[in-house]
């Protein structure tokens, strides 16, 4: 079964596409909704340690990467506005909730599962 909108390879579970998060149509007929393609897919996941790494050299750089736009760009101001309250304080604890998040975020998209843009690990 493939997303309407994108063609993305769904599964019989998903409720949402993996790769545009198009809700994925109910009114399939039965047959198509328990087949399950054998055929090896090319992965069109995102990397989790890319994410990481990403994240690592720029804080919210990994989230861009994993499809969080908007929540990159926040983060970053975030983490530039509590560097800078704080005296570099914050900068540390901030920097590593950016990267356990990228990381994460990476592994549910890898999965199937359904992202929100202001999702949290």
Known sequence: MTC???G?????????????????????SQHE????????QPSKGKSPILALILSALVVGLGQ??????LKGIVLFGVWVLATIATAGM????????????????????????????????
């Open 4 to 6: 309407h909108k994108c």
């Open 8 to 28: 993305n390879q769904l599964f019989v579970n998903d409720q949402y596409c993996s790769r545009c998060g198009e809700r994925v149509k109910s009114n399939v």
């Open 33 to 40: 909704s328990t087949v399950i393609n054998d055929e090896p």
């Open 64 to 69: 861009l990467y994993v499809g969080q736009g």
């Open 90 to 121: 914050a900068m540390f604890v901030i920097w590593i909730i950016n990267l356990v998040d990228a990381y994460q975020i990476a592994n549910k998209v890898n999965q199937g599962k359904h992202v929100e843009e202001w999702e949290f690990f």
